[in-house]
């Protein structure tokens, strides 16, 4: 072509906007496989930019901008567009347009809805004429460009049937907004070669069928035998058992050996019966009242977890259900901890071994910002699990709210998805071979790509949000249509009796044969196999309460060596000044020369745990450096920003370290890590928060799951929380890690609650909650001043003793007969006391710490009262406001505990409603007088 037609070709509208597409989609197809494009183009994407002589993806607007260039200096003539001013290569370019439209919003004009009841937009980028096509045009041949239906060239009505079928039938696939192009290729492959359609064997409809008759039969059989009981009916979104059982069967196939699922309460009796392989029989003893009398308060049926092994081509797969609470998308991260924990025991780093599904609904996925959390973390180093399958229950309503202007501000209620840029294919539940089709290429493209992917199973739900419930009072439209609406399974079996896969009588024979395994009460999954696969053994660590002996003294030479180790610093490492000469006093801490402080003590915690190969997992917002400058975990290296953790380096064989700064989110992290701990007994787990109150946003994890998971579902967890404490003028958010919160839960010996106040009994606190083999949640009010607090040290004999004092007695030499008032407290207040009482020199009030507010350590606390029996002035003293801290929740403790005749009596602030107030000045003031008012015996 002539040099300035070229020029006129491409400064005309056609290459800014119709013919760039073209290009781009020739230039896509030839950086998948050059061999794919013809020799004329091949040679001019040839001459585009190469890295080192080797091809490399260049950005779209790059390749327009070498073609302009091209253009300019005429190399571009020998381009194949030459002729596309002709009208054939116009229509060719618009052609490819089309298909491009189909990819991006196919979607729009999919049927996804089984009640035909969305109002779907009109998108005429998928009609012929916005592209200047038509029906006559339906016999020219075009080039297909990249569509990858199996052919270079297509009849154009043969292509836009193609089109349908691929991207507006049963399936809506949402990826184009994708950026990374082998993903995107990956996924159109996936789709356009089989036109969204499986070819499946008798055999597997048959399954399918067999999956849809017991998803259909359970809810009637429940309905029948016990009508107006709450079962949170699938009915309508059947398709979800034959799907999650194709799931666990590929992911076998493909390598997996666990699959954990997280659900809500819609579907889970009948995932719990037909997947999981639980007992008719046991479920039918719920429902009439009988239960679990090994378990503590228990849990409604809806909400249990269950574990079981699933045959699949692959082997056998073990399958664990999660316990969750009602709190519905809170269970996601809880799951992906589990799954990163059985990741780790399998030292499996890239997903393969371990599959976490997790099932939405479809407002709550919408609405919660858990799931958002979750995302976010699905890439992160501390939380990656190779990405989640994640189903969406899509039955179109949420309780009674079902307009999509109340429950959403977004077209779908999986946009969230695209945060991450995951793929989302939506699919129509009543075409159970289109689900089929949809969870294959979700598993295959979470193991091939590590990343996390969506099907929203559009379908309806058959009664009201439970079952007592009436519809029709909010939805009259939707039910009356759900009445007239047939099920799935008939659905199926109609188009299995028409295609001639089966007949009549064998559908009906499948279902009577249901019918009768169910009234049979034994397990109904053919797949169900006994437990083999899960690899931890539990036994060890039931049946133990807090008190249970253990030793976890070491020898002073243990204790040095390892000291010494944490604090090599490796060859050409420059550590920032300040971090350097921490490291050096750490060392001389070490060896003896100088008391430990509370970094060192911790840090020598971790250490002899490691050298007696226990795993440490820690995570947190800050938690390598530490909110407060004391840990330093983490090396920097300030010439290459080098990252080094001597943690990691103590032994050659040693137990393995890791420490993450968390992504930005409390509650789906310590939901991760309670996860972790209650699927990993062998690992000290341990979440720490920036500032103790932040741990307010995850009180959902600390209500539904820490303080009462052994309690409602016998599942052990010995997650350590490190919440940081203290009243030291830094206004109301950063005082309190809201002591009273977590007293108020305390009953059953759930969990144990501690303020440490010296570097020891930090030391000997995290190393019993890992050498002891009770497993509990530890929570810990972790210090802020008191880190660097002149008198919070110790010595290295007094970490080698091993022991956690729950409480420890007067430490100064003050008679025990000339006391006349004993002052407890827990925590900085101490030091604060002990203080004023030696500055004031007072000899006849003793300060006692307790060390452990839950289980109150009665039997310590005993033996010191002892020495004080004869004392009747007893003083509970406290930093936090009266309503707030111990006072209110351990005051019965104390008055327990003191002689007969004695009273306690309260010195701390003023009941508040903040935590602290906001003025240092102010502060100081309150802090002093609560000190006088402990201290000075004549107050009055
Ligand atoms: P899972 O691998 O979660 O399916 O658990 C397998 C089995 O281990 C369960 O059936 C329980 O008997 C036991 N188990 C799992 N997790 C815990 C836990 N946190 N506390 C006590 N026992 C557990």
């Known amino acids: 072509m002539h040099e300035s037609v070229m020029k006129a070709w491409w400064d005309s509208s056609h290459m800014a906007g119709g013919n760039a597409a073209y290009v781009e989609e020739l230039y896509e197809a030839y950086l998948e496989d050059p061999q794919s494009v013809s020799e004329e183009w091949r040679s001019t994407f040839d001459k585009l930019p190469k890295v080192d002589g080797v091809s490399i993806e260049t950005r779209h607007s790059v390749v327009r901008d070498e073609f302009k260039k091209m253009a300019a200096m005429g190399l571009a003539a020998r381009a194949p567009v030459a002729a596309a001013g002709e009208v054939g290569d116009q229509k060719q370019i618009k052609v490819l347009q089309l298909i491009n439209a189909y990819r991006f919003r196919g979607h729009q004009h999919a049927n996804l809805d089984p009640l035909g009841l969305w109002q779907q937009e009109r998108v005429r980028d998928l009609e012929l004429s916005h592209h200047s096509l038509s029906e006559q045009d339906f016999d020219t041949v075009f080039n297909l460009g990249s569509y990858a239906v199996g052919q270079e060239k297509m009849p154009l009505g043969e292509l836009f049937k193609s089109l349908n079928r691929t991207y507006c039938g049963s399936i809506g696939a949402e990826y184009m907004h994708i950026t990374n192009t082998e993903q995107k290729r990956w996924i159109q492959q996936y789709l356009e070669a089989a036109e969204a359609k499986p070819a499946l064997t008798k055999e597997q409809k048959v399954n399918v069928l067999k999956g849809l008759i017991a998803a259909d039969g359970m809810e009637k059989y429940l309905g029948a035998k016990f009508p107006g009981a709450k079962r949170f009916s699938l009915e309508g979104g059947d398709s979800l058992v034959p799907m999650v059982k194709a799931l666990i069967s590929g992911a076998g196939a493909a390598g997996s050996k666990e699959v954990v699922i997280g659900m809500a309460h819609r579907g889970r009796l009948n995932l719990l019966v037909n997947v999981l392989g639980k007992n008719p029989s046991v479920l039918f003893d719920e429902f009439s009242g009988l239960h679990d009398e090994s378990l503590g308060s228990g849990d409604v049926k ?50 393969s071994m371990s599959l976490p599904i997790t099932i939405h609904g479809d407002s709550a996925i919408a609405g919660q910002g858990v799931v958002q959390e979750t995302f976010n973390m699905s890439q992160t180093r501390g939380f990656q699990v190779g990405g989640t399958v994640r189903i969406v229950v899509n039955n179109q309503v949420g309780f009674t709210t079902s307009k999509t202007e109340d429950t959403r ?28 089709f949809v969870s294959q290429m979700a598993l295959d493209y979470r193991n091939t790509f590590k990343r996390d992917v969506v099907i929203d199973l559009v379908c309806y739900r058959r009664h009201g949000h439970n079952e007592a419930d009436e519809p029709n009072a909010t939805q009259p439209l939707m039910y009356q249509k759900i009445k007239k609406h047939p099920v799935p399974r008939q659905i199926y079996a109609d188009q299995l009796v028409a295609e001639g896969t089966v007949t009549a009588h064998e559908v009906e024979k499948l279902i009577s044969e249901y019918r009768a395994a169910l009234d049979h009460g034994a397990c109904v999954v053919e797949e169900w196999r006994p437990m083999t696969e899960h690899s931890v053994d539990w036994t060890p660590y039931i049946g133990h309460d807090w008190d249970v002996p253990y030793d976890a003294s070491l020898s002073l030479d243990t204790l040095k060596q390892l000291g010494e180790k944490v604090c090599e610093i490796p060859e050409g490492f420059k550590l920032q000044s300040r971090v350097n000469k921490l490291y050096a006093d750490r060392l001389s801490m070490m ?32 938690a390598g450096r530490g909110t407060f400058f004391h840990r330093h975990a983490v090396m920097h290296n300030q010439l290459d920003a080098a990252e080094h953790i001597p943690l990691q380096h103590i032994a050659e064989e040693q137990g393995v370290f890791e420490i993450y700064d968390s992504v930005l989110s409390e509650e789906a992290v310590m939901a991760f890590e309670f996860g972790y701990a209650t699927a990993e007994p062998g690992t000290l787990t341990i979440w720490e928060a920036q500032f103790g109150d932040f741990a307010n946003g995850a009180q959902v994890v600390i209500d539904q799951f820490l303080s009462s998971g052994e309690h409602k579902w016998g599942r052990l967890c010995g997650l350590t929380l490190l919440l940081p404490h203290g009243y030291e003028g830094q206004g109301p958010e950063h005082s309190s890690a809201r002591l009273e919160r977590f007293l108020q839960l305390c009953a059953d010996h759930n969990w144990q609650v501690c303020v440490p106040s010296t570097p020891a009994q930090v030391y000997n606190m995290l190393r019993r909650q890992a050498v002891r083999p009770m497993r509990r949640p530890l929570i810990v009010m972790s210090p802020k001043s008191l880190l660097r607090h002149p008198q919070a040290v110790s010595s290295l004999e007094e970490l080698a003793s091993g022991v956690f004092h729950n409480v420890i007695d007067e430490i100064d030499d003050i008679n025990p007969a000339k006391v006349k008032r004993v002052v407890m407290c827990s925590g900085k207040v101490y030091y604060d006391l002990l203080d004023y009482r030696r500055k004031n020199e007072i000899e006849d009030i003793a300060i006692v710490r307790i060390e452990q507010l839950y289980p109150f350590p009665h ?82």
């Open 302 to 351: 809806y909400h249990a977890g269950y574990s079981s092994d699933f045959a699949t081509p692959g082997g056998p797969v073990h399958l664990a259900l999660a316990f969750n609470p009602s709190h519905l998308e809170i269970v996601n991260p809880v799951v992906m901890g589990s799954v990163r924990a059985r990741l780790d025991r399998r030292g499996c780093s890239d997903g």
């Open 409 to 436: 501000s977004t077209q779908y209620c999986t946009d969230i998805a695209k945060m991450v840029q995951a793929p989302i294919f939506h699919v129509n539940a009543d075409d159970p071979e289109a689900v089929i």
């Open 591 to 622: 060896k003896g020369e100088k008391p430990l402080d509370w970094g060192a003590a911790e840090t020598l915690a971790y250490a002899t745990l490691l050298a007696e190969k226990t795993d440490i997992r820690f995570t947190g917002q800050d």
């Open 859 to 940: 039997d310590e606390v005993e033996k010191m009262v002892e020495r004080y029996k004869h004392v009747k002035d007893w003083i509970w003293c406290q930093e936090e406001p009266q309503n707030q801290g111990a006072w209110y929740c351990s005051q019965h403790h104390f008055w327990d505990s003191i002689p007969e005749g004695a009273k306690v009596t309260y010195a701390g602030r003023a009941a508040s409603s903040a935590p602290a107030v906001g003025y240092l000045s102010v502060h100081n003031q309150q802090q002093k007088k609560l000190v006088e008012e402990a201290l000075e015996l004549n107050k009055d």
